[in-house]
């Protein structure tokens, strides 16, 4: 599982910053590098392989009824992407190194950085679509934490938020329409949807999934209208612009066109909408490039524009468009970045980003100058540079289409015009940055040279802008083959990367585009007073965007205010209304509400608990005010249904609702303690009657839906657990052999939220203070004894006796009534009775146990089980038994699902004790009357 490997090393890789940022940040930043190195390694062993063609695909079950596999899958395109995110990433690394300043937390930086890495590692080789979902929201998780790095920043904080909100929407469609794919293909393995382009386009969703997925796509890579998002994600550090934003996170919607093509391309739906959609954002983005003052949100905007024109190819739905697709994201990739990078150190050297300040920096960094303007020169598409390639094929594929009939000279017209602004914007960042006379009022003065080593990324970025460009057949021309080919899903067309294809009109595209845009350019003034002079100035999206969340806050918070109003009983009734509503409208379309089937005859002892549990019922409701009377009514309550469980043979949810029971009343008495013993009356006559009519009707519903189903034959699943639980689980106790192997990954997702829910309950009262009560409510003195002799030797004795029962219900657990959750409740009852007879302190000092460390190494045992099984080719949490010989013990049978167990005894204990141990420490303080209670 080396692919796997890949993308789990900068996973794990993000300690190691935390870890060395302490010993220096150059030390920091090696550390960091390790795991890219590292994935870049690995993937050169599988390189022979995808140059030959071929996919590399490795799969490890996981929930295969679900469709989730753990699959990667290594080709050509995988091959392209994984090695821009680790290459590119390695260079952003040591440049940040140099960028980012002594306050700036350096180990927070990196492992952030390491887990996008991660993310992007994910989606582009994740052969399961369902896994490529989780990476793709991982993504947007991880970059909302690098675009809020300076969290100072109000402008990081509200770009860093509008970057999630888009894409994570587009995220949700997108999982949308990968579900309805799965539905459509009977698998979300890629290798499957791939190979059945025609069955999807054939399909009547085929329309409905285009459409979610277009709009993942769409808002991830900043297509119009959804474009808004990546112009105020540049208040992140550059290093996350030169990274994310031009050769990582935005390419990713891109690579899903990419990816999805063989499967959902060669339509006219398609065309329509990726080709239109893709160009509104070239021309927009280019437009707007132009009149942008702010030096990256220049870049931002061309950012834009460069990805409706790859997102363009794609829509024109041809073989060769999609090979300029590949190239050009290629080409993007190094310009963008580097430009990226010499704006940061621009902004670095300066401290200012604005371009009517920033002039004539030639006479200060002629080095950064010269770097910059040879990367701006491919972005314009000058020739002998890489840009002019793919800018070529572009125009020439633009030529090719014919879907707009009589109007197909629209898009090259469009392109053109594209290109135009393209050369107007990268010469205006070259002229007004390195030349237009000298620097205004710079905060640093006079700007120098960055540190040697922060642009060597720059210098290597730009070494590849001209070796392309110059040798494109010996440089990158195996690669764009391999990676076009994995695109389009077979064999490529002939095409040529030469430098010179003639006198054509292509080329005549791209010298009107050079010298119209020169000329644009020089006249910009009469378009900049235009620009000042218009709507477009004023417009800003930041705004327009937090006003909508601001008022969807206010309507939610009005909304919420009309249906919650802090009442208990108002949620109940809302809640049973409903259930009464939706479960009474099918009833009454039954024809009859009793089956065929015979009711069983009601004996004596069933009859007498069964009225013991309504009177105790009736009684805890009637004197709910009574707290403490209806404290005792409620655990005849728990007790009753406990013996209502032994009698209809359930014996394990009677040692479950028993144990519960206990702890739950004693979890009570605690903290009556700290409540007043009478209630005043709040309900009013009219609502009482309400709740008496609605627990009237609940109860007949239930009754109805009893009578309904139990007189109904109906086919079970516990026939298939009973004659699976010894051959298949080792075990004669059908329910705990259930919990912890057939639903064992239920059950760890349980334990997992009772241990979140044991720390999360920790933290609210840890620190809180309530002073002791010195009288009852009716005036009578406490007991002066905290600590009742006959109370504390009682439970001396208990312990062990208590401990003795609870690793004998351990241990036969998976055989007969019992387990890990039984027993971790009678241990922790047992540690509680300790807690109440001989005080907090004493306990703490003899037991000395963390419940925190004890209920993490529960889910982590409990986990780990299931990882195991991985190891020896089995779906995750697959358990296995054998019988082994024991010397003086004889024959036994020892079951691995032994150990989940345990893990499920640890995580009860510590969160449970965490929760009820901690009570004790609430009653410190001054003590007061009852009057205060």
Not at 417 to 425: D, E, P, T
Not at 912 to 922: E, P, Q, S, V, Y
Request: glycine share 8%; aromatic share 10%.
């Amino acid at each position: 599982m080396t692919l796997a490997l890949i993308v789990l090393l900068p996973l794990l890789g993000t300690l190691l910053p935390l870890l060395t940022d302490r010993y220096g940040r150059s030390l920091c930043a090696l550390a960091t590098m390790v795991a890219p190195v590292l994935g870049l390694i690995l993937m050169w062993r599988h390189v022979p392989a995808v140059f030959a063609g071929e996919a590399v695909v490795q799969t490890l079950p996981w929930i295969e009824r679900l469709g989730l596999n753990l699959s990667f899958r290594l080709d050509g395109l995988g091959f392209l992407f994984a090695l821009l995110i680790q290459g590119i990433g390695i260079l952003v690394i040591l440049y940040a190194r140099y960028y980012l300043s002594k306050k700036d937390p350096m180990g927070r930086f990196f492992s952030y950085l390491l887990l996008f890495m991660a993310a992007m590692l994910g989606v582009v080789l994740s052969e399961n679509l369902l896994l490529m979902m989780f990476f793709w929201e991982l993504t947007s998780l991880s970059s909302f934490l690098l675009i809020g790095y300076w969290s100072h920043s109000s402008d990081a904080r509200k770009g860093a938020r509008m970057a999630l909100a888009v894409t994570g929407g587009g995220g949700l469609a997108l999982l949308a329409g990968v579900l309805l794919l799965g539905h459509i293909v009977g698998s979300y393995e890629l290798s499957a949807v791939l190979a059945a382009g025609e069955q999807i386009r054939a399909h009547a969703l085929y329309p409905v999934v285009l459409v979610l997925v277009l709009l993942g796509v769409f808002t991830k890579s900043a297509q119009f209208p959804f474009h808004f998002w990546l112009p105020h994600a540049m208040a992140a550090p550059t290093p996350v612009s030169a990274y994310l934003h031009s050769a990582t996170m935005v390419k990713a919607g891109v690579f899903l066109l990419a990816r999805l093509y063989p499967a959902l391309a060669e339509t006219d739906l398609w065309f329509w909408l990726v080709s239109l959609t893709g160009m509104a954002t070239l021309l927009l983005g280019a437009v707007t490039a132009l009149f942008k003052h702010d030096l990256k949100g220049l870049l931002a905007y061309s950012t834009i524009s460069h990805l409706g024109l790859i997102t363009l190819l794609f829509g024109l739905d041809t073989q060769l468009a999609a090979v300029a697709a590949v190239f050009h994201i290629i080409n993007h990739a190094t310009f963008k970045a580097s430009l990226f990078m010499a704006a940061g150190i621009i902004d670095h050297e300066t401290g200012t980003r604005d371009m009517r300040r920033i002039n004539g920096l030639w006479s200060y960094m002629p080095h950064t100058a010269t770097l910059a303007m040879v990367a701006a020169a491919s972005m314009a598409g000058v020739p002998l540079l890489n840009g002019f390639l793919s800018k070529e094929m572009f125009f020439t594929e633009t030529l090719q289409q014919h879907q707009f009939g009589n109007f197909s000279w629209v898009i090259p017209l469009v392109a053109t015009l594209a290109g135009v602004f393209s050369v107007a914007y990268s010469l205006r960042f070259i002229h007004d940055v390195f030349f237009n006379g000298k620097p205004v009022n710079l905060p640093k003065y006079p700007p120098h040279e960055p540190p040697r080593y922060m642009k060597v990324p720059v210098e290597i970025l730009v070494a590849l802008c001209l070796l392309v460009g110059l040798l494109p057949a010996f440089t990158v021309a195996s690669l764009l083959e391999v990676a076009a080919s994995a695109t389009v899903g077979g064999d490529l067309p002939e095409y040529s990367l030469a430098i010179w294809h003639g006198f054509n009109l292509p080329l005549i595209m791209s010298f009107v585009a050079l010298l119209v845009g020169v000329l644009v350019y020089a006249k910009r003034k009469p378009l900049f007073d235009w620009y000042a002079d218009s709507r477009f100035e004023s417009l800003d999206a930041k705004l327009v965007f937090e006003r909508l969340v601001q008022s969807a806050v206010r309507r939610c918070g009005q909304f919420t205010l009309r249906l919650e109003n802090a009442s208990l009983q108002r949620y109940l009734a809302c809640m049973l209304i409903a259930a009464l509503v939706v479960s009474g409208y099918w009833l009454v379309q039954l024809p009859a509400l009793r089956g065929a089937l015979a009711l069983a005859p009601i004996d004596g002892v069933t009859l007498v608990g069964t009225l013991i549990l309504m009177i105790s019922a009736l009684a805890t409701v009637y004197w709910h005010r009574q707290r403490l009377v209806a404290l005792v009514m409620l655990s005849v309550v728990g007790l009753m249904v406990a013996l209502a469980f032994a009698r209809f043979s359930a014996p394990d949810l009677a040692l479950t609702q028993l144990s519960v029971e206990v702890v739950t009343i004693v979890l009570l008495m605690l903290a009556l303690f700290f409540l007043p013993r009478l209630t005043p009356a709040e309900s009013s006559k009219l609502r009482r009657g309400r709740d008496i009519a609605l627990a009237l009707l609940a109860g007949s519903l239930v009754t109805i839906l009893a009578l309904a189903v139990m007189t109904r034959p109906y086919d079970s699943i516990a026939g298939y657990f009973l004659a699976n639980s010894v051959s298949g689980g080792g075990g004669t106790n059908v329910v705990n052999v259930i919990l912890v192997d057939f639903r064992g990954f239920d059950t760890l997702g349980e334990v997992t939220v009772l241990a979140i829910a044991g720390v999360a309950i920790y933290a609210l009262i840890d620190g809180l203070r309530l002073r002791i009560p010195q009288t009852d409510a009716l005036g009578r003195v406490w007991a002066r004894d905290a600590h009742p002799l006959m109370l504390v030797n009682l439970s001396r004795v208990i312990l062990p006796l208590a401990l003795m029962v609870s690793a004998y219900i351990f241990l036969r657990g998976h055989n007969l009534p019992g387990g890990g959750f039984i027993a971790g409740l009678i241990t922790a009852v047992a540690l509680i009775l300790q807690y109440v007879g001989s005080g907090e302190q004493w306990t703490s000092e003899r037991w000395g146990v963390n419940y925190h460390h004890m209920a993490g190494w529960g889910v982590i045992i409990a986990g780990a089980t299931g990882l195991v099984s991985w190891l020896f080719g089995y779906p995750f949490l697959t358990s296995a038994f054998d019988h082994f010989h024991i010397p003086l013990v004889g024959e036994v049978e020892l079951a691995s699902a032994l150990v989940f167990d345990l893990g499920v005894y640890l995580t009860v204990v510590g969160a449970t004790l965490l929760i009820l141990a901690n009570l004790g420490k609430l009653s410190t303080g001054r003590a007061v009357t009852g009057e205060n209670l």
